[in-house]
């Protein structure tokens, strides 16, 4: 890091303090105010907010190391503007509709109360193990590389800077979340989004030209093979492709996307802050938009350290440090800085999203509930405890996570692939049929979170067991993609014989949680939230997704 790149870094940090000084000055005197944002933010700050705090470390580190390591094969999931599309189109209205606070609020409406209590359980769970984990591990991994320091000196004692680095960008994280709420984390998302997207252009483009160009680089990957002979180049993998069949992918990665874009709590919190209906929307139709730009900013950068590291024109010790390495290699002065801003800006506006969600998961589903009549200032005050406490249990977690041994982006989908089916499957089952019953959805979170969370405690001693054990065979052996889809089969299924053997909720009490249940007032509100434009970016979005597929194929 040279002067200039300082200066330039220290500019970035002004504007965020800036920013921040700005909402904290703002009253936020009710919890719609530190937890939504007051309901009142407008389509840039949603669609750059979805994108911000969805483009995390996880991206910075692990995808372009699963670009580096297995080039095009998980570019489906980053593909996946249509299903932003999908929460835009169709679930902003359902959400509007309900006024909820949190998608565990939705599931009791539409179920019942212990739908709401598990699927929070579940939540907490899940950014323990996917979000603050992989946040953390990757911000050290990311400033390790970057400074290229091993260890500093603290209190006489030599300390490993990765831990330094982490837990550093947790507490600043934290400090503006905690006293800024939602509005810090919106307004700071439409600072970082453009720091971070000027960063990423600028390392593909220095890395595309010190290789020698774009076919040059489909030259070495596609060069490159697989052991079962597909290119790295190739989004589609064959069948027999032990971690990424196509018969695994296509439909794997969309019920990951399911429940990731229209159900978690961490995303739709996004679009539960907009003014109204048509504000959201075209929120998500501009993360949509976003959404395009992950494979080219981070994946195929990840393939350009490889081709790089064949060429022997640098020196990649590791997939996951492929983002960095560049960073460190290719920039020059200045350009250098902006790039570590917009690393910062990913990394804290992942973890930013995460404190304020998990901070009101943790409020509004159990505290409040418990404690109706806490006042507002309570309420806050325990949802910054409750997003401490998961910091920890996330770091705590990190030593198990590496122990696995795998490229952090597949480790990312590998836990979240068994989150998401049971889910996903409660959530469509629920919006889709008015029979679905309270008894089906609580048993198909349980039942899904209890095998999904088998499969992962299995893999963490799967040394210790026989691999001719039965439930080896069946629960850790399968490809994890085949396990997932497998998964979300039997808990549709189970769903279903659930519901036809118990008593569904009266029409009446679930009128507008379901498709199809609108009023007509409501579904003339909804029709007069979009134009002509809303469609044709939309067609767009989808049109582009499609000539990916067909070019990468």
């Known amino acids: 890091m040279a002067l200039l790149d300082w200066l330039v870094l220290g500019g970035f940090f002004l504007l965020m303090i800036g920013i921040i000084v700005w909402v904290i000055r703002q009253k936020d005197d009710t919890s719609s105010d530190y937890f939504l944002a007051g309901r009142d933010a407008t389509w840039i700050a949603i669609g750059a907010s979805i994108f911000a705090s969805n483009i995390g470390s996880e991206h910075l580190v692990g995808l372009?190391?699963?670009?580096?390591?297995?080039?095009?094969?998980?570019?489906?999931?980053?593909?996946?503007?249509?299903?932003i599309l999908m929460l835009g189109w169709l679930f902003v209205p359902l959400y509007a509709r309900s006024g909820v606070y949190t998608m565990p609020e939705f599931l009791e409406r539409r179920y019942n109360s212990k739908s709401r209590s598990f699927l929070s359980i579940i939540s907490l769970v899940s950014y323990v193990l996917t979000k603050v984990a992989v946040t953390v591990y990757a911000g050290g991994v990311v400033f390790k590389s970057v400074f290229n320091i091993q260890y500093i000196?603290?209190?006489?004692?030599?300390?490993?800077?990765?831990?330094?680095?982490?837990?550093?960008?947790?507490?600043?994280?934290?400090?503006?979340?905690?006293?800024?709420?939602?509005?810090?984390?919106?307004?700071?998302?439409?600072?970082?989004?453009?720091?971070?997207?000027?960063?990423?252009?600028?390392?593909?483009?220095t890395g595309l030209h010190m290789l020698g160009g774009w076919d040059q680089l489909m030259e070495i990957t596609r060069a490159a093979k697989t052991a079962t002979g597909d290119s790295m180049a190739s989004v589609i993998r064959s069948a027999n492709d032990p971690e990424f069949p196509w018969t695994g992918v296509i439909l794997g990665s969309a019920i990951i996307g399911f429940w990731y874009w229209n159900t978690d709590q961490y995303i739709v919190q996004r679009v539960l802050s907009g003014r109204d209906q048509t504000q959201a929307r075209r929120g998500s139709i501009f993360g949509a938009y976003l959404k395009l730009t992950p494979v080219f900013l981070f994946l195929i950068p990840g393939m350009i350290a490889f081709a790089l590291n064949q060429k022997g024109l640098i020196d990649l010790k590791s997939s996951d440090a492929a983002f960095s390495t560049l960073v460190r290699v290719l920039l020059p002065a200045g350009f250098r800085g902006v790039v570590v801003g917009g690393i910062l800006a990913a990394l804290m506006s992942s973890l930013a999203s995460l404190f304020n969600s998990s901070a009101m998961l943790f409020t509004v589903d159990f505290y409040k509930k418990y404690r109706p009549n806490a006042p507002e200032k309570q309420l806050v005050r325990v949802g910054r405890i409750a997003t401490a406490v998961i910091v920890v249990l996330g770091i705590l977690w990190i030593p198990v996570m590496k122990g696995m041994g795998q490229v952090l982006y597949q480790y990312l989908q590998d836990v979240q692939s068994l989150l998401a089916p049971g889910i996903a499957a409660v959530f469509l089952l629920g919006v889709v049929s008015k029979k679905t019953t309270p008894a089906a959805g609580y048993w198909g979170l349980v039942i899904g979170f209890f095998l999904g969370m088998m499969r992962l405690g299995m893999k963490i001693f799967a040394s210790s067991f026989d691999p001719n054990n039965f439930f080896f065979k069946f629960i850790v052996a399968p490809n994890w993609l085949h396990y997932e889809i497998a998964l979300f089969i039997v808990i549709i299924l189970l769903m279903v014989i659930i519901s036809y053997f118990t008593e569904a909720k009266e029409p009446s009490k679930i009128k507008g949680l379901y498709f199809r249940s609108a009023t007509a007032e409501e579904i003339a509100l909804t029709r007069a939230s979009w134009n002509k434009w809303d469609v044709i970016n939309s067609l767009i979005v989808i049109a582009f997704i499609i000539g990916f597929y067909i070019y990468f194929w």
């Not at 509005?183 to 990423?200: F, R």
């Open 64 to 83: 372009a190391g699963a670009g580096a390591e297995s080039g095009m094969a998980m570019a489906s999931w980053e593909m996946q503007g249509w299903l």
């Open 153 to 205: 000196t603290l209190l006489g004692y030599h300390v490993d800077f990765f831990w330094v680095s982490a837990i550093g960008l947790v507490v600043i994280t934290g400090l503006y979340t905690t006293f800024g709420g939602m509005k810090a984390v919106l307004y700071t998302s439409v600072l970082q989004t453009p720091i971070l997207l000027i960063g990423s252009i600028v390392i593909l483009v």
